[in-house]
């Protein structure tokens, strides 16, 4: 578990670099949709975002933040399958994953979504990109990140409580038939 919050961690650095150059991004997608002949439609996949970097790009900075983009996606997604390994969880942490997957499917339509307070990524849009293009790819990080720092959350406390339950109901292992372990003699039992 301390290895998925260590990697969550890291991502979120990763984004807020990622944020800081939010404008560079929104540029990046808008040159890109020119030189695709696709101004009309907004951006709406994950794979949409790779097939404007790898066809449409030719600047060096809008392919280092458009790969940074899809970098994260990756990183998300690879950590929400760790997620799964690390633990079977119950239905609030399988809905929970079930969420980032699908939001991170490459061809997944994120036109509708919008990231809502505490995040002001949208509002740092103009109304016509907010409205009509952009605000879909910028809500998209934001959004799986909360998700799955309330996993982190969900688990850590179910996990915890299950642990002290165990510890306070004195669980006995299964393997000593309901006996207590032995105790060297002269030794006060607690």
Same mark, same amino acid.
């Given at each position: *578990?301390?290895?998925? $919050?260590?990697?969550?961690?890291?991502?979120?650095?990763?984004?807020?670099?990622?944020?800081?150059?939010?404008? +560079?991004?929104?540029?990046? !997608?808008?040159?890109?949709?020119?030189? #695709?002949?696709?101004?009309?439609?907004?951006?709406?996949?994950?794979?949409? $975002?790779?097939?404007? =970097?790898?066809?449409?790009?030719?600047?060096?900075?809008?392919?280092?933040?458009?790969? *940074?983009?899809? +970098?994260?996606?990756?990183?998300?997604?690879?950590?929400? @399958?760790?997620?799964?390994?690390? @633990?079977?969880?119950?239905? %609030?942490? @399988?809905?929970?994953?079930?969420?980032?997957? $699908?939001? !991170?499917?490459?061809?997944?339509?994120?036109? #509708?979504? =919008?990231? &809502?307070?505490? @995040?002001?990524? %949208?509002?740092?849009?103009?109304?016509?990109?907010?409205?009509?293009?952009?605000?879909?790819? %910028?809500?998209?990080?934001?959004?799986?990140?909360?998700?799955?720092?309330?996993? %982190? &959350?969900?688990?850590?406390?179910? !996990?915890?409580?299950?642990?002290?339950?165990?510890?306070?109901?004195?669980?006995?292992?299964?393997?000593?038939?309901?006996?207590?372990?032995?105790?060297?003699?002269?030794?006060?039992?607690?």
């Amino acid at each position: *578990m301390n290895e998925i $919050v260590e990697t969550l961690k890291t991502i979120q650095q990763n984004y807020k670099l990622f944020q800081q150059q939010q404008f +560079s991004f929104i540029r990046a !997608l808008e040159r890109t949709r020119k030189e #695709a002949h696709d101004t009309f439609r907004p951006v709406s996949s994950i794979m949409q $975002v790779q097939y404007f =970097r790898d066809h449409h790009c030719y600047n060096s900075t809008d392919r280092r933040i458009l790969s *940074m983009f899809i +970098s994260l996606c990756n990183d998300l997604r690879s950590l929400c @399958h760790k997620m799964e390994t690390v @633990h079977p969880g119950d239905s %609030v942490t @399988h809905c929970l994953l079930e969420r980032c997957k $699908v939001l !991170l499917n490459d061809s997944n339509d994120f036109t #509708a979504i =919008r990231a &809502t307070y505490p @995040h002001a990524v %949208v509002n740092y849009l103009s109304w016509e990109e907010a409205r009509n293009r952009y605000a879909g790819v %910028v809500s998209l990080l934001p959004i799986v990140l909360d998700n799955m720092w309330e996993w %982190v &959350t969900h688990s850590e406390t179910n !996990l915890l409580q299950n642990e002290r339950q165990c510890q306070r109901c004195g669980y006995e292992d299964p393997r000593l038939n309901k006996k207590p372990p032995w105790i060297p003699p002269g030794k006060p039992r607690y």
